[in-house]
């Protein structure tokens, strides 16, 4: 759904009460469409959002003879049987600022011998490198060439097993090496996984497809490729990123939602914090209620890290409550390093927060003496005022949608359009929980 104007004139102060269904995650719907490549019949993947960001992945999967259809609502069948070489420019063209090229190359080298992918873009939060994405793919293999507009990949002599240990548990690497694992010669080893709950549900994925994979108790996973992996049918695990945000909506406005589809295993850190702030829950078969106590927020240290942890994508939306909370709360963001670009806007707005480079609030991280102001602390109650937003990035601007619903008068929220890459219909559900504001444009 595209915005036409982009922008959205926003009459704060009144509460969010209502119920909103949540859709499959959108990062794993996205790795679940590429993993598709590696089928030699065709995949049937369930609870697809109506994203941008998964609109990209079939664009790039069209210009790769992938035949992707949709006869149902949420519902993409995808037949990898032509799959064949794209055009860098082709791939330029649809790829826009998405990172999931480089998770094509695996599948493309095991299917076609050879990859391209354009200068990669994604979100402003940092300067999100594939340093780990070429080091993986040259330790099975392959030889990857700088070219002017991107870089070429090929396997000469095919992809062999290999033994990996991340730098950092990436969440992108973790998957670039099992998507290029699964069908490689021998045994991977892959030390220093991510683990997120969308990175098991790929794992789910792989293996219905026929892929052989371990997830030891040390976090090491390892992968025995084989020679033919088949289509899946699969429904993807819900969104926790939106189920939290929604969250955090509920507490910043003094409101209710019951988030459909949101489950408690996959957000229990989250719910943990949600209650220190004084938040309240119940949950439910079918999803979780987010509600503000009625009460003082109380203020709380986060530190983010990878899962179990305290999700990075989790802490934009819930600093913009915290603004309501009595007392310093303080966020040390350990995943990005340039992750807090959006509380300007809120400073901006009347909230009282001053970023850091130090690691403040908990263990000291690798951004500690590199200059980054990675760490947040955030002073309330503050009371926020309407205000001109421009949206910097997905999350950050869903905090700023969040900000200007809980703030007391006017906000023109502009660049709106960068919420639909992650947020399925984010404006029917302001309008389904009461939201006050007009579409412009
Ligand atoms: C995924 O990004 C998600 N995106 C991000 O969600 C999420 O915040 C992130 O994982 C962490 O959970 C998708 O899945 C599409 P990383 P990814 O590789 O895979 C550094 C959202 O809003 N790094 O785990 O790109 C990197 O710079 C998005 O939905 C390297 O240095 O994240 C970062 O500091 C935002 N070299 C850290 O690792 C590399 O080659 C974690 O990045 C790769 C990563």
Known sequence: MGLKGDT????????????IELKGAKNLVTKAMVAAILGETPSVLRDVPDISDVRVVRGLLDVHGV?????????????????????????????????????????LLHRLGEAFIPDLGGCRIGDRPIDYHLEVLRQFGAVV???????????????????????????????????????????????????????????????????????????????????????????????????ASWAAAALATEGDIFVGGARQAEMLT?????????????????????????TQLNPVIIETDVHPGFMTDWQQPLVVALTKAKGVSIVHETVYEQRFGFVDALVEMGATIQVHKECLGGQACRFGQRNFNHSAVISGPTHLRGADIVVPDLRG?????????????????????????????????????????????
């Open 8 to 19: 959205i004139t926003i009459h704060g102060g009144r509460p969010l009460r209502g119920r």
């Open 145 to 243: 060439e700088k070219q002017p507009s991107g870089i070429r990949m090929s396997a000469p002599n095919g992809l062999k097993g290999t033994k990996v240990h991340l730098p950092y548990p990436s969440v992108g690497a973790t998957e670039q090496v099992l998507l290029t694992a699964v069908r490689a010669e021998g045994i991977t080893e892959l030390r220093g996984a991510a683990i997120e709950p969308e990175i098991m549900d790929l794992i789910n994925i792989l293996q219905k497809m026929g892929a052989i994979i371990t997830v030891d108790t040390d976090r090491v996973i390892r992968i025995e490729g084989v020679d033919r992996l088949d289509g899946y049918s699969h429904t993807a695990l819900f969104d926790r990123n939106e189920a």
């Open 67 to 107: 035949k992707v259809t949709s006869d149902e609502e949420g519902v993409l069948h995808l037949d990898p049987s032509n799959v064949e070489s794209a055009h860098m420019a082709d791939i330029d063209a649809h790829a826009g600022s998405s990172r999931i090229p480089i998770l094509f190359c695996g599948p």
């Open 397 to 441: 601007g869903f905090s700023h949608l969040i900000a200007a619903l809980s703030a007391e008068g006017t906000s023109r929220v502009s660049n709106v359009g960068i919420i639909s890459r992650g947020y399925e219909n984010f404006i029917a559900k302001l309008e389904q929980l009461g939201a006050d504001f007009v579409l412009e444009g």
């Open 270 to 294: 989250f719910l943990n914090v949600f209650r220190k702030v004084g938040g309240k829950f119940d949950i439910a078969d079918d999803g979780i209620r987010f509600y503000h106590p009625g």
